[in-house]
């Protein structure tokens, strides 16, 4: 089955449809207005063309439909492929999949973020390690396996993309220490 690639719009606009949800299932009063108010700040960062061009793109991808209601509003919902994707970006959930095999090229990821983002830049390396990021230095991380699409999200959810370097690395001078760490062959 092909892969669908969703850009960092896309994943926010999953995450936003996918709150409904998330409300539906708390029973807790408290998370209601936690929930809530993520969703109202996520939506306000949003540029209304992009928006367009997302919601159609998630259309075509199946992983929205809509619902036209009575008074001619439009109800956008997650199909069944949407909800699993909301939940594969889930920030608290993510994930790296690990493929069978190594292909012998590193993720690194780079970055020097400005002071005044320390707590986005805290987030992001504690998300890092979380994830199983080996630290080579201070701003400089590393990982065996495809995370592409992961550090995207992450750096679109910290806001961070202007800091943020992604780049894939044949070889290191400490090649037998991070297979040693990653326990790789």
Not at 53 to 59: K, Q
Not at 115 to 143: H, M, N, T, W
Request: proline residues 4%; positive net charge; charged residues 30%.
């Amino acid at each position: 089955m092909k892969r669908l690639r969703v850009g960092p719009l896309g994943k926010k606009i999953l995450i936003l449809l996918g709150t409904g949800l998330a409300l539906s299932l708390t029973q807790r009063p408290d998370r209601y207005f936690q929930i809530i108010k993520l969703a109202r700040r996520e939506w306000e960062k949003i540029n209304y063309q992009a928006l367009c061009r997302a919601i159609r793109s998630l259309y075509q991808s199946k992983l929205i439909g809509y619902q036209e209601n009575e008074d001619g509003t439009v109800k956008l919902v997650l199909s069944d492929s949407g909800k699993h994707r909301t939940l594969q970006y889930d920030l608290d959930k993510i994930k790296i999949k690990k493929p069978a095999k190594w292909d012998n090229l590193w993720r690194m990821v780079i970055f020097d973020i400005p002071e005044r983002f320390k707590q986005g830049r805290d987030a992001l390396v504690d998300k890092f390690k979380q994830l199983g990021f080996c630290p080579l230095q201070k701003s400089v991380f590393i990982y065996p396996y495809d995370c592409k699409n992961e550090i995207d999200f992450l750096v679109e959810v910290f806001e961070l993309r202007p800091y943020v370097r992604f780049i894939l690395v044949k070889e290191t001078d400490v090649d037998l220490d991070l297979k040693h760490r990653f326990n790789l062959r």
